[in-house]
């Protein structure tokens, strides 16, 4: 018989198994996250007898909507079944049961970021709607100097602690529908970044404070998981960040607003349940809420 509960010490082994298994991540990332994120009492499975089937990560952050109102939230990450019991909806059962066991802590909204594409129809059947648009930019250093400046100015990136990132990350976002991070997140998104031979930073052209978040998928491809500048000091950002953090490849993902001068993809990148008032025209392309990090 099924069982839903908190994980508990001495599990760990089990569920490396499955990260392993479902996302095919090398073991020294999994051991990274379990080192330095995990928390059973966020982490929720669902087993048989001792054996886990399916596991996942209940992280808190905000979902703000306006600069005086937000909702308690908690972004699914990480959900996984076990290959051999796919298929069966022990993952449909255990976000139910972290709805149903958040409640008391008045967690209002879900958000989640599905692995690949075929993954929406599936979260759309359990009340998730597409609710996080990012712009998706693809750029060689070769052709980086012929991109446009619409503004002159001076910029200089360098790296910054988690807070002060999280300060210019919610400056930036400010008065818009976005997800908000504890410091503790940015911490761990910092010793990401600096695992892959990268970093988080601080993004400075004259006055204005902006961030950026970095890992280096390989020594010749960079992907650029934010950037936070006005979308007229955009490509000013880009030039200088090529010349920082050399590559031949990158991958550039923001808010469509910021990267509107951007040639790219603005495609769905992450989904939302949530409460019948909230609004549902976030859920279009221009009124798209957004998400960042996420941590994939």
Not at 57 to 76: E, F, G
Not at 107 to 132: I, M, S
Not at 268 to 281: L, N, R, S, Y
Request: aromatic share 12%.
């Amino acid at each position: 018989m099924h069982k839903m509960r908190l994980a508990e010490i001495g599990e760990e082994q089990q569920q490396k198994e499955i990260w392993k298994l479902c996302f095919g991540d090398p073991e020294r990332y999994i051991n990274f996250f379990f080192n330095n994120r995990y928390k059973a009492d966020e982490t929720a499975v669902l087993l048989d007898d001792r054996e886990i089937l399916a596991m996942l990560t209940m992280m808190p952050v905000k979902t703000v909507i306006s600069d005086h109102h937000s909702y308690n939230t908690a972004m699914l990450y990480a959900i996984a079944t076990a290959p051999k019991y796919q298929n069966q909806g022990l993952a449909s059962k255990l976000i139910d049961y972290c709805c149903q066991y958040l409640k008391p802590c008045r967690t209002e909204v879900f958000v989640l970021v599905p692995a690949n594409l075929k993954l929406f129809d599936f979260y759309r059947k359990l009340g998730f709607r597409n609710g996080f648009y990012i712009k998706e930019t693809q750029l060689n250093y070769s052709n980086v100097d012929t991109l446009p400046v619409y503004q002159q100015g001076e910029c200089l990136i360098y790296p910054i602690t988690p807070e002060d990132y999280n300060r210019r990350r919610n400056h930036q976002l400010q008065g818009s529908f976005y997800i908000s991070y504890r410091d503790e997140d940015i911490v761990y998104q910092k010793k990401l970044s600096q695992l892959s031979g990268a970093d988080i930073y601080a993004l400075d052209i004259g006055e204005i404070e902006g961030c950026l978040a970095v890992e280096r998928l390989s020594p010749v491809k960079v992907i650029i998981k934010e950037i936070l500048i006005p979308a007229d000091l955009m490509t000013i950002a880009i030039k200088q960040l090529v010349q920082k953090i050399p590559a031949d490849e990158y991958v550039l993902r923001t808010h469509p607003r910021f990267g509107k001068y951007l040639e790219g993809i603005a495609r769905p990148f992450g989904m939302i349940k949530a409460p019948e008032e909230f609004d549902e025209g976030t859920s279009s392309e221009e009124n798209s809420g957004y998400l960042g990090l996420a941590f994939d």
